[in-house]
């Protein structure tokens, strides 16, 4: 009886410390979601006079207006407004130019599908509030109660309009930005660095622009498998070449480690739009083309993932494996009406905890808050790579990781977060496809258990989609220690993958 009642103990306090942790829970979410809606609303407001203040700075500062994406749409655009038809295909929109061929360096249309609308479409925390019916903000608060996996995410109306509006300005923005990219005029806004490092690039020939490639080679050149390695949003080409390269240094391979477009020490033009075209026609054009690289091995982080979907979709036939690490992919439900934005909301969901969750939202929705802390961070970095080397006595990795960091300008991180990260994450799904139906190379893909950025979960779904990949969870590392601190261990398991992919 004695034991009995033991184990009703046992049970009861169980039961107890279970609830209390439950109530606990909820109570963390509900602050969180109420204090994470006081702190959004002031930063729409804050951001809105940031809007009104860089106008004016760019005009005294640059002796011209410049165009930004937070305006509302007005109207529809039509053909005698401008240069820039929208036309409607199946509820798919795409911008249709009407200016010269000269005009355009060749092009004679930009499809809308390159530009993500989540450019210039993002509703304030009460506009979007504004949107929910009675039965949406009952479903809201209970899925906010119920679920931490789902907490606080809005589930918006479905009463969506089923065609794009733009703003005029918005079309300012992009007729000036589809216009030929002149590499010789000065790039650099005044908000952007202009130190010698960032601005290299420009100080070479325009008919030469490539972006930078930190290549490995055998002794002799002697290498008959080339390995391209792309590394993750605002990051760089060190990367890799400070944590893998040197442990590769004695093997067969020629590796090929780039500077995205827009990053690192590789081109910034202040007029690209960071299109998934623009970035991967770079990377062909810097390695695949200067090189000869007729057949090559992936390795990609991130950000990097979905550009090598990209390369994958336009060179299928050449891929010998593909390695990915933490690819950012949320499968987007048939029913979505807006998929770009749920992936945005994916991305960046407007929560003040985690931390992590907070900076991404601070970059991805405000256009102009986000300028700033470049202004800031980016356009002082030499400033921050001295105190950083002063605080950790010059500790290599950490001053790589931070020149990665900070060395990019707003306008190339802001196009590629929407354009690449919240556009073609959207639509993923063909890219995955490809790879598993018409591609026979190995899949391999690596995440951190800790990683707080892409959720250990995308991996699942990429293999999901591609059944062959095989997926390994590294335990106690995050998003930047799955390389950063395992090299050694890393660089082995990629010489095994290539290779079993070379057999």
């Known amino acids: 009886e004695r034991e009995r009642n033991t184990c009703r103990y046992k049970l009861n306090s ?45 005009f005294l500062l640059e002796a011209e207006w410049k165009p930004c994406y937070c305006l509302s749409p007005r109207k529809l655009i039509t053909a005698s407004r401008g240069n820039i038809l929208l036309s409607h295909n199946n509820c798919e929109s795409k911008i249709l130019t009407v200016s010269p061929l000269q005009q355009l360096s060749g092009r004679s249309k930009i499809e809308l599908e390159e530009i993500s609308e989540t450019l210039y479409s993002r509703p304030s925390l009460l506009s979007d509030l504004s949107k929910l019916s009675v039965n949406d903000l009952t479903k809201w608060v209970v899925n906010m109660t119920r679920s931490h996996s789902d907490c606080g995410e809005i589930k918006i109306s479905k009463k969506r309009r089923k065609t794009m509006k733009l703003s005029f300005t918005v079309v300012e923005m992009l007729q000036g930005k589809i216009r030929p990219q002149n590499l010789s005029r000065q790039v650099s806004r005044w908000s952007d660095c202009d130190c010698g490092f960032c601005t290299c690039w420009n100080s070479t020939c325009v008919k030469d622009q490539y972006l930078f490639v930190k ?19 605002i990051s760089s080409s060190a990367f890799w070449t400070e944590t893998v ?24 033009p202040a007029d690209s739009l960071y299109t998934m075209r623009e970035h991967v026609e770079m990377i062909e054009k810097s390695v695949l083309l200067r090189h000869n690289v007729k057949s090559f091995h992936i390795v990609a982080h991130s950000l990097g993932c979905i550009l090598a979907f990209g390369l ?7 891929i ?39 900076g991404a939202s601070m970059a991805c929705w405000y256009e102009h808050i986000s300028r700033t802390i ?38 190339a991180a802001w196009h590629t977060l929407h354009n690449i990260i919240c556009g073609v994450g959207s639509k993923l799904d063909s890219y995955l496809d490809i790879v598993r139906d018409k591609l026979k190379c190995n899949v391999a893909i690596f995440h951190g258990r800790d990683d707080e950025v892409v959720p250990v979960e995308c991996s699942y779904n ?16 995050d998003h930047i220690t799955l390389v950063v601190g395992r090299q050694v261990e890393f ?13």
């Open 491 to 503: 660089a082995k398991e990629l010489e095994e993958i290539w290779k079993s992919s070379s057999c």
């Open 245 to 268: 390269f040197p442990r590769l240094s004695k093997s067969k391979y020629r590796l090929f480690a780039v500077d995205l477009l827009g990053f690192g020490k590789s081109p910034k």
């Open 462 to 477: 990429v293999q999901s989609r591609i059944p062959r990949a095989r997926v390994k969870v590294v335990e106690n590392k």
């Open 312 to 318: 994958v979709a336009k060179h299928g036939g050449s």
């Open 320 to 358: 010998k494996s593909l390695t990915l690490l933490a690819p950012p992919y949320h499968p987007v439900p048939t029913t979505e009406a807006e998929p770009r934005q749920y992936v945005m909301k994916k991305v960046a969901p407007r929560r003040i905890w985690p931390p992590i969750a907070f």
């Open 14 to 58: 169980s039961s107890c410390m279970g609830a209390m942790k439950t109530r606990s829970a909820s109570a963390g979410r509900w602050v969180n979601e109420v204090v994470s809606f006081v702190v959004f609303c002031l930063l729409d407001i804050m951001d809105y006079l940031l809007c009104l203040l860089y106008k004016t700075a760019d």
């Open 374 to 411: 470049c202004l800031l961070i980016c356009k002082n970095h030499r400033l921050w790579q001295f105190l950083a080397k002063l605080i950790t006595r010059n500790n290599r990795t950490v001053n790589f990781l931070i020149e990665g960091f900070m060395c990019h300008t707003h306008n």
């Open 215 to 233: 290549t490995q080679f055998p002794k002799g050149n002697s290498g008959n498998e080339d390995v391209l390695f792309i590394h993750g949003f």
